[in-house]
């Protein structure tokens, strides 16, 4: 591989131009495509003619990588013990083993936030038995969309503190998994966990 300075030349195809042309190496600030963060100061082709960045050199993807960590965010929740034997068993119930308790959260997190899976009535879960406990065990989900799903979810099911909230999740789990009040959901991750294990 070689490695790329900048003012280096060379050619590529510039879409705004519509043309072959010669470009430069430059260092440059540079949004995703969807316009949610920026990269900065990373080397990239940008053409002669018009300036707009029209190539990422190999030697910059760890740097966009690395944004893209970033931008995958994490929470953290203190849960009573009791929940995460729920998941524990749900992953088994699905899996046969509990290596599948974040990919669970993040499904329900997801679908409820989108409204793939409705959310309706789930605080009422806040007050059941199995709601209550000392939050003695933590829970960390991490991933893309975790925090705006979560943000979502609070707006639609008027939940406003984080770990209420992954507790109402828990016990949803625990109808549509463990007492199967919900066999669609089931079979959904029961695929799911077959093609990514
Ligand atoms: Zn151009």
């Known amino acids: 591989m070689k490695i790329l300075k900048v003012g280096d030349k060379t050619k590529s195809a510039c879409d705004n131009c519509k043309a072959f042309v ?24 940008v053409c002669d003619c ?18 893209l960590e ?8 203190r849960v009573p013990s009791h929940l995460i034997d729920i998941l524990n068993l749900a992953s088994f119930e699905l899996s046969g083993s509990t290596d599948f308790v974040p990919m669970i959260v993040r499904y329900y997190l997801h ?20 709601a209550k406990g000392k939050a003695q065990k933590r829970l960390s989900i991490k991933g893309r ?10 707006k639609i099911t008027h939940i406003s503190s984080t770990s209420d909230l992954i507790k109402s999740i828990i016990l949803r789990i ?6 199967q ?17």
Not at 57 to 67: C, G, M, N, R, Y
Not at 111 to 130: C, P, W
Not at 181 to 197: E, F, G, Q, R
């Open 50 to 67: 018009c300036d707009a960045v029209i190539s990422l050199p190999h030697q910059s993807t760890p740097l966009v990588k690395k944004q």
């Open 70 to 77: 970033k931008q995958k965010g994490s929470i953290e929740s």
């Open 22 to 45: 010669n470009a430069s190496y430059q260092l440059r600030n540079v949004p995703f495509s969807d316009n949610s963060d920026i990269v900065k100061n990373v080397l990239v082709g």
């Open 111 to 130: 679908n409820l936030s989108t409204r793939e899976l409705s959310a309706k009535n789930i605080d009422k879960y806040l007050t059941s038995d199995l």
């Open 174 to 179: 625990n109808d549509d998994i463990l007492l």
């Open 181 to 197: 009040k919900h066999p669609k959901s089931k079979k959904i991750l029961k695929n799911l966990v077959a093609i990514s294990s």
């Open 145 to 154: 969309n975790v925090i705006s799903d979560i943000e979502n979810l609070k």
